[in-house]
C-alpha cells in the first residue's frame, strides 16, 4: 500500500507527515475511529446543515464546549493541551494548495452530472458535449469550452437531484421549440417526384 499521488503532493506542499496504517489492524485505527465515533454521536445527530460555512460555524461553536472538557484518556482539558502541541506545529504556506476536484465528461442525455451522491442540472442545450466539472467545498462549476454551462450551491445532503431554474426554462424551451418543429414537418406536403418530371417535360 501507498499514498496515491494526490496526496503526496498535498502532504508536501503543507509540509506534514502522514502515518499509513495497515489492513486488519485495529489497535492502529481505534485512535482515529473512536474520535470519528464521538464526533458522530455527539456533534451531528439532529442538526442541520445549510452549506459547509454553516457546518464550520456550527462546529466551531461545539468544540468551543467540548474542547472544554476533561479527556477521559489524558485526564485534561484538549482547549489546554492544544497550546503544547502547537509548539511542534507547522505554520500553512503562504499560498495554500488547490483543493478543487477536476474531471471532464459528456454530459448525458438526462443533463445531469453526479458529484458524490448528488446529481447537479446542467444547460441541457449541451447534451452530448464534452464539459469540465470543477467541485470545491462550496460550489459545483460546469463549463464546456471555456462558457460556463451550470453553478450550484453545493449539497451536503445526499442521493439529492439539484435542478436549477434556468435549466428547467431553457428544457421547457427545447421542449415547445420541438412540438412547433414536429407540426411544422407534419404540414409540408410530400408531392410525387413525378410532378416535377411532367414540369420538365420528361415522361
Known amino acids: ?67 472544554n472538557r476533561i479527556h477521559e484518556t489524558t485526564k485534561r482539558r484538549p482547549a489546554e493541551a492544544i497550546f503544547e502541541d502547537r509548539g511542534s506545529m ?20 438526462d443533463h445531469y452530472v453526479r458529484v458524490d451522491t448528488n446529481d447537479y442540472s446542467v444547460n441541457p442545450r449541451f447534451v452530448g458535449r464534452r464539459i469540465e466539472v470543477r467541485v470545491s ?8 469550452a471555456g462558457t460556463e454551462v451550470a ?22 424551451a427545447m421542449r415547445a421549440e420541438a412540438v412547433v418543429t414536429s407540426a411544422f414537418a407534419a404540414a409540408v406536403e410530400e408531392r410525387d417526384l413525378s410532378v416535377y418530371d411532367r414540369i420538365e417535360g420528361v415522361g
Not at 507547522?90 to 442525455?109: A, E, Q
Not at 467545498?137 to 464546456?144: G, H
Open 1 to 67: 500500500m501507498s499514498f496515491s499521488a494526490e496526496f503526496s503532493r498535498f502532504r508536501g506542499t503543507l509540509g506534514m507527515g502522514a502515518v499509513l496504517c495497515q489492513r486488519a489492524d485495529p489497535e492502529a485505527k481505534g485512535v482515529v475511529e473512536r474520535a470519528n465515533g464521538y464526533f458522530e454521536t455527539s456533534f451531528l445527530p439532529g442538526r442541520r446543515f445549510a452549506d459547509v460555512a454553516d457546518f464550520n460555524r456550527q462546529l466551531s461553536s461545539w468544540l468551543v464546549r467540548a474542547n
Open 90 to 109: 507547522l505554520s500553512f504556506p503562504p499560498v495554500l494548495p488547490d483543493t478543487t476536484l477536476r474531471f471532464s465528461t459528456r454530459l448525458p442525455r
Open 137 to 144: 467545498l462550496e460550489e459545483v462549476v460546469v463549463t464546456c
Open 151 to 172: 453553478r450550484h450551491r453545493r449539497c451536503l445532503a445526499r442521493h439529492q437531484s439539484l435542478l436549477h431554474p434556468d435549466h428547467a426554462r431553457a428544457l421547457r
